[in-house]
């Protein structure tokens, strides 16, 4: 049994998670979940300082629908020809209202990004350090936060699932799965979730997973937590999402939150 988790149940009317190694191009497609790395963006946000501990994250959420979003801006190389041209028309004493609009509508023109959105996003996210004083802090910044919420962008803001409650203190048991029988009876179903895969492994288990879902090398930590924004190297990982269907495991630990009020278990594992 591992005490000392926090669990934010949280609301999202829109969400787009940005998978970190695509470029932006004319259609961005979204991630299904976000990353632990986006939470522990979110953590170090909320609590004002960096984290130095080692953080366990589990994530488990749904959504209704995709829906196709646009925003309205300028190329990569419209600023840059604006400052030359701009120049230009200083010297020729022409006001910038004569040919600002010119310049836009004739030599650069207009680009339009489409953004793939979730709707309606539930997300129930999972975190436990060992450090007893920075889990502490966390605690405190999740009881009583004092700053915007948002996960993903930041106009994709959050709130509780259930009015007034954002956060709670709960205990999760960890599971050893020795074969797929067991997790079947004892409905070990992991669903809605992303789990950590090995491509180098000829272990049944990790085949298995990686047949049963979308693969995607996602961040997992930084290499240097106490480095800062501009200086953080990013460590990823192998995950495959798997969906409503589910999957059971045949072997390994897994992570199993049990709801006493609504009677039912939520399992998943560590990212």
Avoid at 65 to 79: A, Q, T
Wanted: contains cysteine.
């Amino acid at each position: 049994m591992i005490n000392n988790v926090l669990k934010m149940d949280i609301y999202q009317p829109f969400a787009h998670y940005r998978e970190p190694k695509i470029m932006e191009d004319d259609f961005i497609p979204t991630l299904h979940l976000p990353t632990a790395t986006t939470v522990a963006g979110l953590i170090s946000y909320l609590v004002d300082r960096h984290a130095t501990s080692v953080f366990r994250i589990g994530i488990v959420g749904t959504y209704k629908n995709k829906d196709i979003h646009f925003m309205r801006g300028e190329y990569g190389s419209y600023w840059n020809k604006m400052t030359a041209f701009h120049k230009k028309m200083i010297k020729e004493k022409i006001p910038y209202s004569e040919y600002a609009v010119f310049f836009k509508d004739k030599e650069v023109g207009n680009r339009i990004m489409n953004f793939e959105v979730l709707q309606d996003v539930n997300l129930t996210i999972f975190i436990h350090t060992e450090d007893t004083e920075e889990y502490k802090i966390i605690k405190q910044a999740l009881e009583s936060p004092t700053k915007y919420l948002s996960l993903g962008r930041k106009e994709d803001f959050f709130v509780p699932q259930k009015k007034g409650c954002l956060v709670q203190e709960v205990s999760v048991e960890e599971v050893e799965v020795k074969s797929k029988k067991q997790a079947i009876m004892q409905d070990l179903s992991i669903k809605n979730t992303y789990i950590p895969v090995s491509l180098n492994s000829n272990d049944e288990e990790m085949e298995n997973r990686l047949r049963s879902g979308v693969l995607y090398a996602l961040p997992k930590t930084y290499k240097d937590l106490t480095a800062e924004k501009k200086d953080r190297q990013m460590v990823y990982a192998h995950y495959v999402y798997i969906d409503n269907n589910g999957y059971y495991p045949s072997s390994g630990k897994v992570q199993v939150y049990r709801d006493e009020e609504a009677k039912e278990a939520t399992t998943f594992l560590w990212l």
